[in-house]
């Protein structure tokens, strides 16, 4: 069992329970909320697809939320049961307890306090995002304080500071601190307003303070001297008018070596430049980004996803059909990569050649990512390990990691039918995303159908093929799902690898909703793979047996 209360948190959770006595004497002034999710698998030993046996019978991911608001206060705790953990997430995340925990004091003039554990983020994340993400595992939570004050007009400013969370290990992480301030500029300007401009200006501050480590050069007795403190900076800009919107971003990171990027001496940096266009029936997004040595966690010889201060966003689609999500990108955040990304969409009017009776949708992404054009530097004993690493060139671009080319059609073919079809090639650099593989190139073949025949039965089918001659080579998925409103769903699939293993990875579930409860029991392989979510990814291990997950909103 792996428990653990700072003294701050015990502050926090002594006014828990004082707050939660107040709401007993004043239930009108209080709202309580809260949530319980538990995701349970039973898993058999399938020997085809070289999932492991478990003691356990059964293995589960279990997460209780309570929350307690007023006008002044708010507190909250979280208790998470992962004694037993779905497969995927036995490294470091056994364990149970508490280990979310807060009190928020909001005052009327303007400005809030929180104390105990939360989640933040300055700008698109840069150098500052914590957030929970449990599909993948993900709690970056600070434990420690945060001052939010909006009493300025058009001003919002942050404040905060604390220990970051790693699984239950709170112990051996830096103490990580920031500052953020934004400003809206047309509450200060009547002609912006009349002309319905919008124009922000931010900039933000890290500093994380760490520790000495013993690292030593390989081969030799050189240690390395290692930065107590790094900093980063980051500075943005949002201008929008009317239909079009323009952004801009820039962040630096002082020295950090890590063992993501090798331990070398270099300094991070961050640019994006986004362009956006929307008008009724027709959009348009264009995005690059270029970044550097940009992996910033409080403990610098972790490796994984955790302890994580900032998050990279990844500039590829994120797919939610099953082939086409089969190799998801992870954002290269200290190797540094080029990314581009275009969406354009538009909408063909009802009663025109193209839109027929209802309309067409018309929809075109692109992807296209690449690594940093690098030369090398002098060696140490032939080790990079305390140089710079490399030298680039700011456009100087290198190999291509992903590429991403799909388009998508929603056309409405009669009042009851509704057809969505997808095309998409694909090009994926495994051996950069996880190792080794080289370069996969797949074409992507999706047709959704969804027949309504009255309010409450709903029949939608999927049809996927992906088409590669590398790894283990074609693909193809259906799916069957009923829909039987309120109550019922019930759904049955299958992922086919008809290219090198002939495995089927199937899958049926009934899903039951009443009220704020949803509950799920189905039966069926899971294939090994990667989940990711914002350009970050966890492996999961295949494996098979009877799943049940529960969900429940108060």
């Known amino acids: 069992m792996k428990r653990k209360f700072e003294k701050p948190i015990a502050l926090a959770c002594a006014g828990l329970l004082a707050f939660a006595a107040n709401a007993q ?5 209080v709202v309580l909320h809260g949530s319980v999710q538990s995701d349970v698998l039973i898993p058999e030993e399938d020997k085809d697809i070289n999932t492991g046996s478990y003691d356990d019978w059964g293995l589960t991911n279990t997460y209780v939320d309570l929350n307690l608001m007023s006008k002044n206060v708010e507190a909250g705790a979280r208790l998470e049961f992962t004694e037993y953990p779905l497969p995927g997430f036995e490294n470091d995340f056994k364990g149970w307890g508490v280990p979310h925990i807060y009190i928020k004091g909001i005052s009327d003039f303007g400005f809030d306090v929180t ?25 970056n939570a600070l434990r420690g304080a945060r001052l939010n004050v909006t009493a300025w007009k058009g001003v919002q400013f942050k404040l905060l500071g604390g220990l970051q969370r790693r699984y239950w290990d709170w112990k051996h992480g830096a103490w990580v601190g920031g500052a953020d301030l934004e400003v809206n500029l047309e509450r200060y300007s009547r002609g912006m307003q009349d002309k319905g401009i ?69 300094h991070g940096s961050a640019l994006m430049l986004s362009a956006s266009y929307s008008k009724r029936g027709a959009s348009a997004l264009v995005q690059v980004k270029r970044s550097e040595d940009m992996a910033y966690r409080s403990q610098r010889s972790m490796n994984g996803i955790s302890a994580f201060v900032n998050n990279m966003p990844a500039f590829a689609y994120q797919h939610t059909y099953a082939l ?13 990569e080029w990314a581009f990304q275009g969406e354009f969409g538009y909408t063909f009017k009802r009663r025109t050649p193209l839109g027929g009776k209802y309309g067409t949708k018309l929809k075109l992404n692109v ?28 456009f100087k671009m ?47 073949g999706v047709a959704e159908g969804k027949y309504q025949f009255n309010k409450k039965l709903t029949l939608r089918a999927e049809v996927q093929y992906l088409a590669t001659k590398q790894d283990e080579g074609d693909w193809t998925y259906g799916l069957l799902e009923l829909s039987v409103l309120p109550y019922f769903m019930f759904t049955v699939s299958d992922m086919w690898n008809n290219g090198e293993t002939n495995l089927h990875y199937y899958m049926g579930s009934v899903t039951f909703n009443y009220k704020s409860h949803r509950l799920m029991a189905g039966y069926g392989r899971t294939r090994a793979g990667y989940n990711c979510s914002g350009g970050v990814c966890r492996f999961v291990p295949a494996s098979r047996g009877v799943q049940v997950s529960y969900n429940y909103n108060f």
């Open 25 to 29: 004497e004043n239930p009108r002034k």
């Open 198 to 266: 919008t124009w922000m200006v931010g900039a933000s501050g890290v500093l994380k303070q760490e520790g000495d480590e013993d690292i030593l050069v390989p081969g030799t007795n050189y240690r390395l001297n290692l930065p107590h403190s790094v900093s980063a900076f980051d500075v943005r800009s949002r201008f929008q008018k009317g239909d079009y919107s323009v952004m801009a971003e820039y962040a630096w990171k002082s020295q950090d070596p890590s063992f993501d990027n090798g331990y070398i001496y270099r």
């Open 398 to 444: 290198g190999g291509l990691y992903y590429q991403d080319i799909n388009v998508q059609l929603e056309k409405k073919l009669t009042k009851a039918f509704k057809l969505n079809l997808m095309y998409m090639n694909q090009r994926y650099n495994q051996t950069v995303i996880e190792g080794e593989g080289g370069t996969i190139k797949s074409n992507i």
């Open 115 to 139: 104390v105990g554990d939360f989640y933040d983020q300055f700008g698109s994340g840069f150098i500052f995002r914590t957030y929970e993400e449990r599909s993948l595992g993900i709690d």
């Open 324 to 336: 086409p999500a089969l190799y998801p990108y992870a954002t290269q955040a200290a190797d540094g």
């Open 367 to 394: 992807s296209h990512i690449r690594g940093l054009g690098k030369d090398p530097v002098a060696t140490f004993h032939g080790e990079t390990m305390g140089t710079e690493g490399y030298q680039t060139k700011f």
